[in-house]
């Protein structure tokens, strides 16, 4: 009896050593799993961050001392006319991708289910901005709107229209380079939505034909709220995505005539690299990023309620 | 009547679409394929000439180092992601501790962030490690900046592994590492496709940290060397056209060869079968 309760007893102790020794490995392996891509990560994502805010309190040219200024580059910032510009185009950006690119992707993926012929071809063709290099559609729109042997005047010309420097005069060249965003980026929207409205149950469209509908309202009443789950995430990609937008404006205009393009992608890069600015453009950067977080933050609250509010009704 | 104005309207409708989306493509090549003699007497005229002369020429002026660069550090950044990616993925889509949902969330808040809040301080470093100018300079943030999507796309895709087939590996004497080795990678196939995919046709297009990364021309990825190009093209349209048209071609290749996984991959897990 007396060393059956040794035995139990030893037997638990063990039990308890082996558990946090378990419990260690457990920790370890999990560590070893993820360090590889936590340390790529941390030095080139996370820690970058941190020193673009600590750049951001100091006047720097990139090379000799950095002169420690405070919160000055932020109230030089909010009083710099060009970088009102720069949000200001990042605003356009992102209403024309969200009023424009969305809705125009959402009809290229219609036209896929259309009841006519030709739909393999506008299925591969529709698609097809969306495959070149940024870079290459940079080039190749600026020729296309060159002001004398471009297609686009040619094209305007037809109508009676005189040729238009598009890209070098100031009341155009933003809505040029825009129509441009709206031709590579319309097709990504139209895979989205392809994938969607394949996912629309055929019922609901026979249920409603028998109930006498015709095309508009099955769309407006079936097609469009069941879409509308992938509406709300395209227009959360497009808004971050148009946040980040850079190479395009960088290629097409490099921020000019006289800054009217300009965005906070290239009015921070030219800051940087061209004006050795470095304090300067870290604050850009820094608000670049405190901008996106908010907009994350804004998004993921609104989305959290909308779920909530789903799952209560 | 009403369905002939309908079907009218349609047809339009597709077509004008097509014009918009296609043309500037037909432009590009049919402008690549003319001499610049056939350029200026007849600027507009699709397929006109068919002239290969400016392939050739661009190859001379050094797109096939930008190509191999391009398709290197691509490849290799890739991989490493899908392998590392692959690794993180595992005990944050499959393990219980303490920590994961804040490592989880701190991965995949990288897809919102704009890369320009990183860009000095990486280029900073790479000045520090005597790595600027180099290819291997682009590795790191490439690697980096991928790392989010795929973690996200991995983990949701490894969360339906059954628990079962790891349970039973486990009694079978398997260390976690032997069961992410021989259990779960090889059942993460279509995931890693959509990852490579995803990550390849971003990667090899990738513009702003080759532009702040690299200076020298022998080591310009094909997106810089592009536009390099066009200062030296800037008065022969068809031979930029022509590099344009190359360039544009290995992504197309995959495109054609592999439709339907690249327009999954790109729409990066948004688009669930």
Redesign the interface.
Known sequence: METHIKVARSRSQSRSVSKSHNNWKKNLTILAFIAPAFIVYAVYVLYPIYSTFNYSLYEWDGMSEMTFVGLQNYVQLFNDAVFWTALTNNTWVVLTSVFVQIPLGLIMALMLFAPIRGIRLMNSVYFFPFLMSTVAIGLLWVLMYDPINGVVNQFINVFGFENVAWLSEGNTAIFAVLLVIVWQFAPFYMILFKAAIVGVPEELYEAAEIDGANTITKFVHITLPMLMPTIVSSSILAIVGSLKAFDIFYIMTGGGPNHNTEIMGTYMFKQAFVNFNMGYASAIAFLMFFIALIVTIIIQTMDYYRKKKGALS | MNNLI??TF??V??IL??I???Y??L??VSTALKSQSDFFEK??ALFSSFNLENFFSVFEMGLTRYFFNSILVTVLAVFIVMF??A??S???SR?N?KLNRV?FL??I?????????????????TENIGLYDTLIALL??Y???S?PIS?FILTQFMKDIPKALEEAAKMDGCT??GI?WRVILPMLTPALMTVLIYNF?HL??E??FA??LISSPTNMT???G??DF?GEFSVN?PG??AA?TL??LP??VV?LFS?EK??KG??GG???E
């Open positions: 309908k079907k349609l047809y409708v597709a679409l097509l918009f989306t296609g500037p493509f432009y590009m600027p507009f590392v990616g690794l993180a595992y005990p944050l393990m501790f490592v701190l991965f808040s990288g897809m919102m962030l704009p890369i320009h809040a990183t860009l000095i301080p990486i280029f900073k470093l790191g943030p690697i980096a900046f790392l973690i976690h590492f992410f046709i090899f297009n513009f702003i532009l702040v094909l997106p810089l592009l536009q066009k349209v930029l056209m344009l360039a544009s992504i197309l495109y439709q690249v327009v790109l729409g948004a688009v669930k």
